[in-house]
């Protein structure tokens, strides 16, 4: 009768054997109720990517803010700062918090992916994409090279003059500035093809470097000085003494159509 008490006196859940539990514990009936809860508070809730968003130009090596909100179910806000941060551009790049202000992400035009695992064992992902990353000088800029020149030969006066096309290419990191140029001179009754290489330096604004002529019977190298500004306005000059009795004067400016490199040829 003692044993059958006993028995009856035990949860349906458990089976005394030698003075002994079997089956759920209270560690273990705790662990439900607290899994329980968590699945109450987080079920249902969504991350959002608020910056950047998606087709956003951050300047490279300038700060930018990255900020990311876990939302409820229900729409309120939830405090979660536990959240990372990766690109699949730069592999090295990473970043936790759900605000934070970051200048170290590399050039390129990234997917950025924020992730969070909730308390609930969910994790939530949020991408934005086509972020662009780079100087705020680069891109490829298109413009015009106005040249002259003057001299005397054999007593003879001469006055010239061409323009042409001009694209210059600022590289992502907006520390070098490429291009070329070509416009035909009528000069002594030949028609001379001139074509012009360019190499600049950018420093903060401030182009110098050269600008090869060439002339189809040689080449010369003369020293170019511009400006740029972040705005995507390009312009410069240079002058070249020619053959010993030409003086010529060349200016050039270019306005960018775009920022996007991908097409340009490496």
């Given at each position: 009768?003692?044993?059958?008490?006993?028995?009856?006196?035990?949860?349906?859940?458990?089976?005394?054997?030698?003075?002994?539990?079997?089956?759920?514990?209270?560690?273990?009936?705790?662990?439900?109720?607290?899994?329980?809860?968590?699945?109450?508070?987080?079920?249902?809730?969504?991350?959002?990517?608020?910056?950047?968003?998606?087709?956003?130009?951050?300047?490279?090596?300038?700060?930018?803010?990255?900020?990311?909100?876990?939302?409820?179910?229900?729409?309120?806000?939830?405090?979660?700062?536990?959240?990372?941060?990766?690109?699949?551009?730069?592999?090295?790049?990473?970043?936790m918090g759900a605000s934070a202000t970051d200048a170290t992400l590399g050039v390129g035009t990234h997917a950025l992916t924020a992730e969070a695992l909730l308390p609930n064992g969910d994790r939530l992902a949020y991408t934005v994409g086509g972020v662009l990353v780079q100087s705020p000088y680069a891109g490829?800029?298109?413009?015009?090279?106005?040249?002259?020149?003057?001299?005397?030969?054999?007593?003879?006066?001469?006055?010239?003059?061409?323009?042409?096309?001009?694209?210059?290419?600022?590289?992502?990191?907006?520390?070098?500035?490429?291009?070329?140029?070509?416009?035909?001179?009528?000069?002594?009754?030949?028609?001379?093809?001139?074509?012009?290489?360019?190499?600049?330096?950018?420093?903060?604004?401030?182009?110098?470097?050269?600008?090869?002529?060439?002339?189809?019977?040689?080449?010369?190298?003369?020293?170019?000085?511009?400006?740029?500004?972040?705005?995507?306005?390009?312009?410069?000059?240079?002058?070249?003494?020619?053959?010993?009795?030409?003086?010529?004067?060349?200016?050039?400016?270019?306005?960018?159509?775009?920022?996007?490199?991908?097409?340009?040829?490496?």
């Amino acid at each position: 009768m003692i044993s059958l008490l006993l028995a009856f006196a035990c949860n349906e859940n458990e089976l005394i054997v030698d003075g002994s539990y079997e089956g759920s514990s209270p560690d273990d009936t705790a662990a439900v109720d607290d899994q329980a809860a968590l699945d109450a508070e987080w079920d249902g809730a969504r991350l959002v990517v608020e910056a950047p968003i998606s087709g956003s130009f951050l300047p490279f090596e300038e700060s930018a803010e990255f900020q990311a909100v876990v939302y409820a179910a229900d729409g309120t806000v939830k405090d979660f700062p536990d959240i990372t941060w990766a690109s699949d551009v730069d592999e090295d790049w990473a970043l936790m918090g759900a605000s934070a202000t970051d200048a170290t992400l590399g050039v390129g035009t990234h997917a950025l992916t924020a992730e969070a695992l909730l308390p609930n064992g969910d994790r939530l992902a949020y991408t934005v994409g086509g972020v662009l990353v780079q100087s705020p000088y680069a891109g490829v800029y298109v413009g015009d090279l106005a040249v002259t020149a003057a001299g005397d030969y054999n007593g003879q006066t001469l006055s010239v003059g061409c323009s042409g096309a001009l694209t210059m290419v600022v590289d992502a990191e907006g520390d070098v500035a490429t291009g070329d140029a070509g416009c035909l001179l009528s000069l002594l009754g030949y028609d001379i093809d001139t074509a012009y290489i360019f190499d600049l330096e950018n420093d903060d604004g401030d182009l110098a470097g050269t600008a090869s002529i060439d002339l189809q019977f040689y080449e010369l190298p003369v020293d170019t000085t511009g400006t740029i500004t972040e705005d995507g306005e390009l312009e410069g000059d240079f002058s070249a003494e020619v053959a010993g009795y030409l003086t010529m004067e060349a200016s050039y400016a270019a306005t960018r159509i775009t920022r996007d490199l991908s097409t340009v040829e490496n």
